[in-house]
T-cell receptor, first 109, second 113 residues
Framework: GQNIDQPTEMTATEGAIVQINCTYQ??????LFWYQQHAGEAPTFLSY????GLEEKGRFSSFLSRSKGYSYLLLKELQMKDSASYLC??????????FGKGTTLSVSS | DTEVTQTPKHLVMGMTNKKSLKCEQH?????MYWYKQKAKKPPELMFV???????INESVPSRFSPECPNSSLLNLHLHALQPEDSALYLC????????????FGPGTRLTVT
């Protein structure tokens, strides 16, 4: 079977740091993606991890531990425009992306 | 050009209508996808095309019929839909079906009356 879990909602204030966790149990693993989706818009790619460790891209970083089935997305220096849904997605070997339910992040001033 | 385009942006159709959604990419990607997304839910995979051949059909009802006329185009033909089929339909493409970033189009907001 397959299961991808992430918190439903998170809140934070401008300038803060927030960590969005994702745990997964899938029958195959070929990499983990994080996407950002603003309301009414298409998902946009943020990061990709296939090996254990941290990938940093500006204000956003993503971490993966394959042995624990765990990833997190770290957002630093939060801005109001970061208010969006953040989707964790696993590429199962031989199939397409399986998405988690998404985490809605609300950033307040 | 890293854009996936979709037409129309909005579509309202009756349960007896036949309509088509269109998707286009010019990035040379060999994999294309259709997803369905309901409000406050993640995208759900419907179909995957790899090298213009249907490789995955996630048990989608036959009232949805995909078509890949060439490597740049992907259509979704709709017939005899139900009100519960109202959703955002997203097209995506990637270099291949392995661990490649998927680029999403803006979607077609479909309302079935």
């Amino acid at each position: 079977g397959q299961n991808i879990d992430q918190p439903t909602e998170m809140t934070a204030t401008e300038g803060a740091i927030v960590q969005i966790n994702c745990t997964y149990q899938t029958s195959g693993f070929n990499g983990l993606f994080w996407y950002q989706q603003h309301a009414g818009e298409a998902p946009t790619f943020l990061s990709y991890n296939v090996l254990d460790g941290l990938e940093e891209k500006g204000r956003f970083s993503s971490f993966l531990s394959r042995s624990k089935g765990y990833s997190y997305l770290l957002l630093k220096e939060l801005q109001m425009k970061d208010s969006a849904s953040y989707l964790c997605a696993v590429n199962q070997a031989g199939t397409a992306l399986i998405f988690g339910k998404g985490t809605t992040l609300s950033v307040s001033s | 050009d890293t854009e996936v385009t979709q037409t129309p942006k909005h579509l309202v159709m009756g349960m007896t209508n036949k309509k088509s959604l269109k998707c286009e990419q010019h990035m040379g990607h060999r994999a294309m996808y259709w997803y369905k997304q309901k409000a406050k839910k993640p995208p759900e995979l419907m179909f995957v095309y790899s090298y213009e051949k249907l490789s995955i059909n996630e048990s989608v009802p036959s009232r949805f019929s995909p078509e890949c006329p060439n490597s740049s185009l992907l259509n979704l033909h709709l017939h005899a839909l139900q009100p519960e089929d109202s959703a955002l339909y997203l097209c995506a493409s990637s270099q291949g079906t392995g661990s490649y970033e998927q680029y999403f189009g803006p979607g077609t907001r479909l309302t079935v009356t």
